[in-house]
């Protein structure tokens, strides 16, 4: 009695089936902009709050004594607007090399929808904080997070410029 046909080729013989590069692609271009995402989302809980960041900032320079608490105070503001600009600029980046990187869509189409995601992420997490009683969301915030993503749009066209010559749009 014969049995039936295996679902893949016997090694040696034929393509073998290979789930890796799916696998591969996954965990290199998809995973990383759900983590950034995903990361951005917790810190807009109470983890993120001006209290809590404040503490960290007074703790790695507990050995300023000529920094005064105002200064310190002023020093977690901009920390924390840079973290705006730098989060969503890298959030944009790994969204744009997500889409653009397997070829999913052109240049200018995976700029728009990297900055749509972003948009929406920062939409979602603005309206989380105001949620949460530690926290105040903003539309200014908004509009700082929107602001990194397209510096990030800026500092990744510069770079996937340099790689390929081509027009941005293409």
């Known amino acids: 009695m014969n049995s039936p046909p295996a679902p893949w080729p016997a090694p040696g013989k034929g393509t073998p089936l290979r789930p890796w590069p799916q696998v591969r692609d996954f965990l290199s271009y998809w995973l990383p902009p759900f983590l950034g995402t995903a990361a951005i ?3 807009s809980g109470d983890l993120g709050a001006s209290s809590r960041t404040l503490n960290l900032v007074n703790w790695l ?3 300023a004594p000529f920094l005064s608490p105002a200064h310190l105070e002023t020093l977690n503001a901009a920390l924390r607007k840079g973290g705006h600009l730098f989060g969503y600029g890298i959030l944009f980046s790994l969204w744009f090399r997500a889409l653009r990187g397997r070829q999913v869509y052109g240049r200018g189409k995976s700029v728009a929808w990297s900055l749509a995601v972003c948009l929406a992420v920062a939409l979602v997490d603005e309206g ?3 949620l949460v009683s530690s926290r ?3 539309f200014p915030d908004v509009a700082l997070d929107l602001a990194g993503a397209t510096l990030g749009a800026v500092l990744t066209r510069r770079r996937w410029s340099s790689r390929s010559r081509g027009a941005w749009g293409q």
């Open 41 to 43: 989302l917790v810190l």
């Open 61 to 63: 320079l507990s050995w």
């Open 128 to 130: 989380h904080q105001c």
């Open 136 to 138: 105040t969301g903003s």
